[in-house]
Antibody, heavy 119, light 109 residues
Framework: EVQLVESGGGLVQPGGSLRLSCAAS????????MTWVRQAPGKGLEYVSG???????SYGDSVKGRFTISRDTSKNTLYLQMNSLRAEDTALYYC?????????????WGQGTLVAVSS | EVVLTQSPGTLSLSPGERATLSCRAS???????LAWYQQKPGQAPRLLIY???SRATGIPDRFSGSGSGTDFTLTISRLEPEDFAVYYC??????????FGQGTKLEIK
């Protein structure tokens, strides 16, 4: 059974940093692209970042230059390093598995970890 | 950036009725790269339809997707009580790599 478990969220001051983790199990982690998607309270879904099996990365415009995605295949874990956090980064952050290379849809999602940016 | 506009914002229907949800793109989207998700309160989104018309694993056949170019539709043939939720369309390609529509809330009338 595929499982994605996010952790690392919390309350942080504007300008601060946080690192999110997503522990993956139930599939061969190093053979699937992975992504982070966020959802601000009461709002819709927003793509944050993605990483391919070869390590290529992409970012949403609002986080480019501030967030860094990475993966540790030895630990089956996806990361999101978030720096220079702003109030508008407050959201539930989901990690999601890509269906397969060439089929860029999110077939499994974690339950999310909440990030709150406030002074 | 490809902007996806979903309509209506809210759809009020009764169980047993047919629901038609629209997703319009600001520029042409490959059908291969258009998906629909369902999200219930307090839950993560669930993939329903990918490639514009293919049902994801375990999705009932009352859900169907269609469309091409800039106009895509999600149809629920006969609404069940568990279908009342928020629905999002999503596309892949361009910059940013993925964009979502703003969602359609399907509520019980």
């Amino acid at each position: 059974e595929v499982q994605l478990v996010e952790s690392g969220g919390g309350l942080v001051q504007p300008g601060g940093s946080l690192r999110l983790s997503c522990a993956a199990s139930g599939f061969t982690f190093n053979t699937y692209p992975m992504t982070w998607v966020r959802q601000a309270p009461g709002k819709g879904l927003e793509y944050v970042s993605g990483i391919g099996t070869g390590g290529s990365t992409s970012y949403g415009d609002s986080v480019k230059g501030r967030f860094t995605i990475s993966r540790d295949t030895s630990k089956n874990t996806l990361y999101l390093q978030m720096n220079s956090l702003r109030a508008e980064d407050t959201a539930l952050y989901y990690c999601a598995k890509i269906y397969r290379s060439g089929s860029p849809f999110f077939d499994y999602w974690g339950q999310g970890t909440l990030v709150a940016v406030s002074s | 950036e490809v902007v996806l506009t979903q309509s209506p914002g809210t759809l009020s229907l009764s169980p047993g009725e047919r629901a038609t949800l629209s997703c319009r793109a600001s520029q042409s989207v490959s059908s291969s790269y258009l998906a629909w998700y369902q999200q219930k309160p307090g839950q993560a989104p669930r993939l329903l339809i990918y490639g514009a018309s293919s049902r994801a694993t375990g999705i009932p056949d009352r859900f169907s997707g269609s469309g091409s170019g800039t106009d895509f539709t999600l149809t629920i043939s006969r609404l069940e009580p568990e279908d009342f939720a928020v629905y999002y369309c999503q596309q892949y390609g361009g910059s940013p790599l993925y964009t979502f529509g703003q969602g359609t809330k399907l509520e019980i009338k």
